[in-house]
Structure formats: C-alpha cells, structure tokens
C-alpha cells in the first residue's frame, strides 16, 4: 500500500503564495500521473492540477498562469507552486497519485488527508 502525505498548507493574504507538497511513501515500484485537488466549503472537489510521470502538466481553467505543478520521481514527490493566491482559492488541497506496487499489479489510486488553505481578503 501505498501513502501520500501533504504539507505546505496555512493561512496567507490575497496576492501572496505558498508551495504546497507531497510525499508517497510505501510500497511502490512506479508511480504514473500525480495530481493536486481542492474542494472548498460545499463545493465539489476539483481538480487544480496534473503531471504525468514524464513531465506532461494540466491545469484547471481558474489557476492558469498563476500555479506550477512539479515531481521529483526519484524521491515520490509532488510540488504545487501556488502564485497571487484569491480568496477563491480557499480549500482543502488533496494529493492523488497513480501507483503500481509490483511490475505485475494493477495501477491504483490513492489520496492524501489534505492540507487546508485559507487565502484572507
């Protein structure tokens, strides 16, 4: 099995920044597409950004040109660059990973607790 652990969440104005991260640790032999979501207060979870093990990234409409998704795929980890933060990017930030555990077993998917971030007007 496999676990993500996040960090990097808190509490920051509108217009500053924080980095978000995330270990997967466990049994892994390879991990595919790696990805960051949010969900904030009676809204459904979405997603905000996705890379693909070599290198290929996706962002969600609403943090275009203001966040960075990156992955160490030697250490299993996952960043999120999070730039001129808005108070609509208040949420729980969740970390979602692909991942095999053996060259034989079927990929599954696992999820991180999540991190809180709380952007003030």
């Known amino acids: 099995q496999a676990q993500l652990v996040e960090s990097g969440g808190g509490l920051v104005q509108a217009g500053g920044s924080l980095t978000l991260s995330c270990v997967a640790s466990?049994?892994?032999?390879?991990?595919?597409?790696m990805a960051w979501y949010r969900q904030a207060p009676g809204k459904q979870r979405e997603l905000v950004a996705s890379?693909?093990?070599?290198?290929?990234?996706n962002f969600g409409d609403s943090v275009k040109g203001r966040f960075t998704i990156s992955r160490d795929n030697a250490k299993n980890t996952l960043n999120l660059q999070m730039n001129s933060l808005k108070p609509e990017d208040t949420g729980d930030y969740y970390c979602?990973?692909?991942?095999?555990?053996?060259?034989?077993?079927?990929?599954?998917?696992?999820w991180g607790q999540g991190t809180l971030v709380t952007v003030s007007t």
């Open positions: 466990g049994t892994i032999f390879s991990i595919s597409a």
């Open positions: 890379i693909s093990n070599d290198g290929n990234t």
């Open positions: 979602n990973a692909r991942y095999r555990s053996s060259p034989l077993s079927r990929y599954r998917e696992v």
